[in-house]
């Protein structure tokens, strides 16, 4: 599978501009399809509490295999999404889907695990956002407190005051707020503190680099001790290693994300991966 995804990438890198024009066009009328027909699903991955070795978190991550081009990964088609404005209704199906697996979680096995869900930043401006949210919150039953939504440094760009207001809203009733990919994009210490934000993502570009360099080392210790002085919750996105997982321990990194504990999966095994962090964070700090 992840030769398959190699080959394309290339493949899709070494075309010209039309023919990238076309892969465009066929992805937007595959979407418009795939939307109708359903056919979109979601991953989901766990952010776990180093304090405590639990779950406080499952992120949603859309995937989507079409029967000719094979999977198409969110880093492509979202933006495509985004610009076609279909982002608005995928977002939408998105929010139901999970928002109603996260009040099966909360009601039968896990009742304190929040659900995260990435939100682009045009869906966020659309005036309707914060009813949508509303809305499914009470057709799905899922607390509001148990809602944390993930956004990017994007979302800033412009209109700062509308975003704030909206975010706002809805930490007033409250969902959590999250800000996602810390590090990548334009946020100011500024934005961060003026912000209603509950937690902080620090990018997995930082965490990759962490083995190698201790100049990166100490860059993502600082970014926790930062997070920690604005009255923040950290979590460490893309740890791959058992040596990144001590290191983040170690400077007191509140949660972790990455495929130490597994690759995204489909609802139905987030039991499974979860016995598996909970063996191996065990195995890790008891014994
Ligand atoms: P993100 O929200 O920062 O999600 C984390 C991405 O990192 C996911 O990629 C996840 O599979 C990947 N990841 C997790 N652990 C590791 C690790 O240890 N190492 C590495 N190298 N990667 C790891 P994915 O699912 O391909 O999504 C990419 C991006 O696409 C997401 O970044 C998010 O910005 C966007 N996206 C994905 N699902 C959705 C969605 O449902 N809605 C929206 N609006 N955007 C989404
Ligand atoms: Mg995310
Ligand atoms: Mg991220
Ligand atoms: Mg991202």
């Known amino acids: 599978k992840a030769k398959a995804i ?24 595959k979407l418009r ?11 989901y991955q766990l952010q776990v509490d180093l304090s405590t070795g639990k779950t406080r978190a499952i992120e949603a991550l859309i995937r989507w295999f ?15 999404a985004e610009e076609t404005g279909l982002i608005v209704q995928i977002g939408e199906w998105i929010f139901e889907n ?20 990435n939100v682009s930043s045009i869906q966020l401006k659309q005036s309707n956002f914060s009813e949508m949210v509303k809305r499914i919150l009470k057709e799905t039953g899922l607390e509001p407190s148990h809602l944390e939504l993930e956004i990017t440094e994007g979302v800033l760009a412009d209109s700062f005051e509308k975003i704030r207001s909206i975010l706002e809203g809805l930490r ?41 360099d201790s100049v990166e080392k100490d860059i993502t210790g600082s970014i926790v001790s930062l997070v920690h002085k604005l009255n923040l919750e950290v979590v460490a996105e893309g740890v ?29 095994r987030v039991q499974d991966l979860m016995t598996n962090v909970s063996c ?5 700090w008891i014994n």
């Not at 040596?243 to 489909?266: A, E, H, I, M, T």
């Open 98 to 117: 999970a928002c109603r697996q996260g009040a099966l979680w909360n009601a039968n096995c896990y009742p304190d695990v929040l659900i995260s869900i």
């Open 66 to 80: 079409d029967k000719d081009l094979g999977i198409i990964e969110p880093s492509e088609f979202i933006p495509i």
């Open 33 to 43: 399809a795939a939307l109708k027909d359903q056919k979109f699903t979601l991953n």
């Open 280 to 284: 191996m964070l065990l195995d890790r």
């Open 172 to 212: 007033s009733i409250g969902v959590k707020i999250s800000m996602d990919d810390f590090g990548t994009g334009y946020a100011s210490l500024n934005y961060l503190k003026n912000l209603p934000l509950n937690t902080l993502k620090i990018d997995k570009s930082f965490i990759k680099n962490m083995d190698e």
């Open 240 to 268: 791959e290693t058992k040596s990144q997982l001590d290191y983040l321990k170690s400077c007191k990194c509140d949660n972790v994300q990455g495929y130490l504990f597994g690759r995204p999966v489909p609802a139905e």
């Open 6 to 29: 190699g080959k394309n990438n290339i493949q899709f890198f070494s075309l010209d501009m039309k023919q990238t024009m076309i892969r465009k066009h066929l992805i937007e009328r």
